[in-house]
């Protein structure tokens, strides 16, 4: 089995030859894991290993088998559609987002984040509107964890804080009593 050591480009970026893709279908958290072994849909095997730090997006093409191109895929996940009617509510929203740390994704009509009760209760105290679906966690990415990769200009981030430090922004949320 090789192993896959950077990602080819995108399958937008590939020239259609008429072959076919054969998906590796993965969520959020596996994307973001730099090694593993896959299988795709059809079958094959996939040993992935790439440079610290590096996180798989959707459409990454990983390889290239005579006419199949082996693609990632981002899978459906359960997830919070943030999108409040007003600029007000779109602040206190983030802020919240942001405030519990919570991964988010910004598409042109929503923010995305990982379905969580505590989340839900922040939220819904606050007055945010917001739906649980079904989807593929992707979008735009901003922040300290995003590197450059906001997923328009496709690149892949390498982040120096691979070590999971509980502060990893410079910030305590320790308020004076």
């Known amino acids: 089995m090789p192993i896959i050591t950077s990602v080819l480009g995108t399958v937008s970026d590939m020239p259609r ?3 076919e893709e054969d998906s590796i279908l993965l969520t959020s958290e596996e994307r973001a894991s730099a090694h593993m072994v896959a299988i795709t849909a059809g ?15 959707d459409g990454d093409v990983l390889a290239i088998y005579g006419d199949v191109m082996i693609v990632v895929r981002a899978a459906p996940e359960k997830l919070f559609a943030v999108a409040p ?5 779109w602040g206190v929203a983030a802020f919240h ?17 990982p379905a969580d009760l505590r989340v839900a209760d922040v939220l819904r105290g606050s007055g945010v509107v917001f739906d649980e679906i079904d989807a593929p966690f992707v979008g ?3 922040g300290s964890y ?3 990769d906001t ?10 804080n691979d070590e999971h430090t509980h502060d990893p922004h410079g910030h305590s949320h320790d308020y004076p009593q």
């Open 17 to 19: 030859t008429g072959g």
């Open 97 to 113: 987002l942001g405030n519990l740390h919570r991964p988010v994704r910004f598409r042109d009509d929503a923010m995305l984040t």
């Open 85 to 89: 009617e007003s600029a007000l509510m």
């Open 43 to 57: 079958g094959r095997r996939v040993k992935i290993s790439l440079p610290r730090g590096s996180e798989l997006n």
């Open 140 to 142: 735009i990415r901003y």
């Open 146 to 148: 995003a590197g450059h």
């Open 151 to 160: 997923e328009l200009g496709h690149s892949h981030a390498h982040n120096s």
